[in-house]
């Protein structure tokens, strides 16, 4: 079992940065897959991207070459460094850890576990 806890997020103004943590408990977070996902007032949750093993990431295209994830799995966390905001990028941003298969690394239904969210608004 894994437990997640979202922080880091604030008010930005456009073109600034902000680095988002996810901390999780449990001995088995280093084998789990963790996305992150962002979800709008009246959108569905989308993909932002996701860090498999210790290096290996995706992203969605929309924030491709603007956002990192690293992870260090001594301190049970990852990290999620966006750069170069835009206003739609504001919203809610939650980790979440599975197991996904390469085809399923972008969908909400392949994740067990997810923290509770952390707000992210960038003023134009």
């Known amino acids: 079992q894994v437990q997640l806890v979202d922080s880091g997020g604030g008010l930005v103004q456009a073109g600034g940065s902000l680095r988002l943590t996810c901390a999780a408990s449990g001995s088995t977070f280093g084998t789990y897959t963790i996305a992150w996902f962002r979800e709008a007032p009246g959108k569905e949750r989308e993909f932002v991207g996701a860090?498999?093993?210790?290096?290996?990431?995706t992203y969605a295209d929309a924030v491709k070459g603007r956002f990192s994830i690293s992870r260090d799995n001594a301190k049970s966390a990852v990290y999620l460094q966006m750069n170069s905001l835009k206003p739609e990028d504001s919203a809610v941003y939650f980790c979440?850890?599975?197991?996904?298969?390469?085809?399923?690394?972008?969908?909400?239904?392949?994740?067990?576990?997810w923290g509770q969210g952390t707000q992210v608004t960038v003023s134009s």
């Open positions: 979440a850890a599975g197991n996904p298969i390469s085809s399923t690394i972008h969908t909400t239904q392949a994740y067990y576990h």
């Open positions: 860090i498999r093993w210790r290096t290996i990431t």
